[in-house]
């Protein structure tokens, strides 16, 4: 049986091609420093040369390193978001965001969560700082001064919700909350609600106060006195609506409609309604706030006020590439709210019992998917 010869294996057989910046500007035809150049867009670059460049880069799948590019530039080309949670849907709505518009804008992004900790907090500045983070957005609908200052004094602009300190550096998103509340408690009482509760968030966060000041003030416009039994307290999540829940289904009377400070409170609230045998929206009905995808998918779908993740985020890289690429920064973005009506709303239980049987069918609203 003849045997086959092998052929001897090249020197360069089984390696893999290197991709760094010298073989881009060897199949360039350049040098490395004009590479350098076109990676970092330096305008005086010729433009054929940054081309070529460019064609390279292609068709070698050549990934820039960003940390040398940052010692070359000076520049970290970072942007660092802070958020309360990862669990609650709004907030990884929010990173994506955030993230999408960072980049289209040639920026990188750091994430840190604090979980509603203050030392957590002051970890997450820690992170931006040693990360070289060139601004800050903390979307966490609360702020410690005191820790800001840690960024103020380096210089790092920071965009805040809600509130924050008037000096420069600073931008803030002011959210309408008033706006979509209004309408909420509107079209609660033109179907017939006259007994509305609200569940709140934590009241050390200014964003909640603002919720329920914007609740409270709407009741009044619209001549409905608020009941304390009904107005509880929650932490913003699944755990805390079930438990503001059974806090006042447990007391002497039961409200008619409930609204939310966002709504993982009000999946909650759903969630606790179902296992106490009660319907939505025939026996309560049921406003969230944020207006999160799973919104849509609960059931039944929630009615919720709209708070644009994608606004915020994008208000927010825009503020920090004010103060950073020498435009003038805009101390104040406004993010409206407004009203999203699905199923978890109706007629108050018992309120068509006294209508003609050829009358009682339900309201027609015209409903947002």
């Given at each position: 049986?003849?045997?086959?010869?092998?052929?001897?294996?090249?020197?360069?057989?089984?390696?893999?091609?290197?991709?760094?910046?010298?073989?881009?500007?060897?199949?360039?035809?350049?040098?490395?420093?004009?590479?350098?150049?076109?990676?970092?867009?330096?305008?005086?670059?010729?433009?054929?040369?940054?081309?070529?460049?460019?064609?390279?880069?292609?068709?070698?799948?050549?990934?820039?390193?960003?940390?040398?590019?940052?010692?070359?530039?000076?520049?970290?080309?970072?942007?660092?978001?802070?958020?309360?949670?990862?669990?609650?849907?709004?907030?990884?709505?929010?990173?994506?965001?955030?993230?999408?518009?960072?980049?289209?804008?040639?920026?990188?992004?750091?994430?840190?969560?604090?979980?509603?900790?203050?030392?957590?907090?002051?970890?997450?500045?820690?992170?931006?700082?040693?990360?070289?983070?060139?601004?800050?957005?903390?979307?966490?609908?609360?702020?410690?001064?005191?820790?800001?200052?840690?960024?103020?004094?380096?210089?790092?602009?920071?965009?805040?919700?809600?509130?924050?300190?008037?000096?420069?550096?600073?931008?803030?998103?002011?959210?309408?909350?008033?706006?979509?509340?209004?309408?909420?408690?509107?079209?609660?009482?033109?179907?017939?609600?006259?007994?509305?509760?609200?569940?709140?968030?934590?009241?050390?966060?200014?964003s909640a106060?603002?919720?329920?000041?914007?609740?409270?003030?709407?009741?009044?416009?619209?001549?409905?006195?608020?009941?304390?039994?009904?107005?509880?307290?929650?932490?913003?999540?699944?755990?805390?609506?079930?438990?503001?829940?059974?806090?006042?289904?447990?007391?002497?009377?039961?409200?008619?409609?409930?609204?939310?400070?966002?709504?993982?409170?009000?999946?909650?609230?759903?969630?606790?309604?179902?296992?106490?045998?009660l319907r939505?929206?025939?026996?309560?009905?049921?406003?969230?706030?944020?207006?999160?995808?799973?919104?849509?998918?609960?059931?039944?779908?929630?009615?919720?006020?709209?708070?644009?993740?994608?606004?915020?985020?994008?208000?927010?890289?825009?503020?920090?590439?004010?103060?950073?690429?020498?435009?003038?920064p805009v101390?104040?973005?406004?993010?409206?709210?407004?009203?999203?009506?699905?199923?978890?709303?109706?007629?108050?239980?018992?309120?068509?019992?006294?209508?003609?049987?050829?009358?009682?069918?339900?309201?027609?609203?015209?409903?947002?998917?």
């Open positions: 049986m003849a045997t086959r010869k092998l052929k001897p294996k090249s020197a360069s057989a089984g390696k893999t091609r290197r991709m760094d910046i010298n073989a881009v500007a060897k199949l360039a035809r350049v040098s490395i420093a004009t590479v350098s150049r076109t990676i970092n867009h330096v305008p005086t670059v010729n433009a054929q040369m940054a081309k070529r460049v460019w064609d390279a880069i292609r068709e070698l799948n050549y990934f820039p390193n960003t940390q040398a590019r940052a010692l070359v530039s000076g520049r970290s080309k970072l942007l660092g978001l802070v958020v309360s949670e990862i669990t609650n849907p709004f907030f990884p709505e929010l990173i994506q965001g955030f993230e999408d518009v960072a980049v289209e804008s040639g920026y990188e992004i750091l994430v840190s969560s604090t979980n509603y900790d203050p030392d957590r907090m002051a970890l997450c500045i820690r992170r931006m700082l040693e990360r070289n983070a060139e601004g800050v957005a903390i979307m966490t609908f609360g702020i410690e001064e005191p820790l800001l200052d840690q960024l103020t004094i380096r210089n790092v602009p920071i965009v805040t919700v809600d509130v924050g300190p008037d000096r420069p550096g600073f931008s803030l998103l002011k959210v309408d909350y008033r706006h979509g509340i209004r309408q909420g408690v509107q079209h609660l009482a033109a179907l017939g609600h006259r007994k509305i509760g609200f569940i709140s968030g934590p009241k050390r966060l200014h106060q603002s919720r329920l000041s914007a609740f409270n003030s709407s009741l009044a416009e619209c001549g409905i006195a608020p009941d304390p039994a009904w107005l509880v307290e929650g932490d913003h999540t699944l755990e805390g609506g079930i438990a503001a829940m059974e806090k006042i289904l447990g007391g002497a009377k039961r409200p008619t409609a409930i609204m939310c400070s966002n709504d993982m409170t009000a999946i909650g609230v759903l969630h606790k309604l179902y296992r106490s045998g939505v929206p025939d026996d309560l009905s049921i406003i969230g706030f944020d207006d999160i995808h799973m919104a849509m998918t609960t059931i039944p779908p929630l009615t919720s006020i709209h708070m644009s993740r994608h606004a915020l985020a994008r208000a927010a890289v825009l503020a920090l590439r004010s103060h950073l690429e020498g435009s003038e101390r104040e973005r406004n993010i409206d709210t407004h009203l999203v009506v699905r199923e978890t709303t109706g007629f108050p239980h018992g309120a068509m019992q006294d209508l003609p049987i050829s009358t009682r069918t339900r309201p027609v609203i015209a409903r947002k998917k």
